[in-house]
T-cell receptor, first 109, second 110 residues
Framework: EDQVTQSPEALRLQEGESSSLNCSYTVSGLRGLFWYRQDPGKGPEFLFTLYSAGEEKEKERLKATLTKKESFLHITAPKPEDSATYLCAAGGATNKLIFGTGTLLAVQP | DAGVTQSPTHLIKTRGQQVTLRCSPKSGHDTVSWYQQALGQGPQFIFQYYEEEERQRGNFPDRFSGHQFPNYSSELNVNALLLGDSALYLC?????????FGPGTRLTVT
């Protein structure tokens, strides 16, 4: 069965303290691995798409990487405005996205 | 360029009632997907519409139905509402693999 698992469930960082979020997936025929940011009560905001192992994408303080079984979202020198839930989703052989439960990130000043 | 829009923003219904949620896709997108997100969970796929046909469906009962119009906008209908249907309903539009989400409709069933 296709599955996406994210860890940790919650992460508290001090401003400037870098860390990584993990997304492991078991999906038949992976067509893309997607990262989203979601603020409370709002829809997910698209961040990155990764298509093949070894691929990396960067945007400001965020960098996403992909292996054959996992993806990582690296956050470098985070700021309080980076606080949000980060969702990982896998697109498989079908057209739907399979989401993990997310990592709730809190960055304290 | 307008993104994905959804209406209404919030909705309160009583058990057993029926509800219709609406979605307008991002300009140039032809595919609309609907997701249900319970509190503290990731979005769960309901179904996807392309060329006015349901192309893919998740594990949701027949009480959940949808429609796509010639202008690519879409509706989600839920009949015989249950308390467990309370959630954030998200619409996503796409042209290729990347799906862009709207702000969602918060449905509360009492």
């Amino acid at each position: 069965e296709d599955q996406v698992t994210q860890s940790p469930e919650a992460l508290r960082l001090q401003e400037g303290e870098s860390s990584s979020l993990n997304c492991s997936y078991t999906v038949s025929g992976l067509r893309g691995l997607f990262w989203y940011r979601q603020d409370p009560g709002k829809g997910p905001e698209f961040l990155f798409t990764l298509y093949s192992a070894g691929e990396e994408k960067e945007k400001e303080r965020l960098k996403a990487t992909l292996t054959k079984k996992e993806s990582f979202l690296h956050i470098t020198a985070p700021k309080p405005e980076d606080s949000a839930t980060y969702l990982c989703a896998a697109g498989g052989a079908t057209n739907k996205l399979i989401f993990g439960t997310g990592t709730l990130l809190a960055v304290q000043p | 360029d307008a993104g994905v829009t959804q209406s209404p923003t919030h909705l309160i219904k009583t058990r057993g009632q029926q509800v219709t949620l609406r979605c307008s896709p991002k300009s140039g997108h032809d595919t609309v997907s609907w997701y249900q997100q319970a509190l503290g969970q990731g979005p769960q796929f309901i179904f996807q519409y392309y060329e006015e046909e349901e192309r893919q469906r998740g594990n949701f009962p027949d009480r959940f139905s949808g429609h796509q119009f010639p202008n690519y906008s879409s509706e989600l209908n839920v009949n015989a509402l249950l308390l467990g249907d309370s959630a954030l309903y998200l619409c996503a539009s796409s042209l290729g693999a990347e799906q862009y989400f709207g702000p969602g409709t918060r449905l509360t069933v009492t």
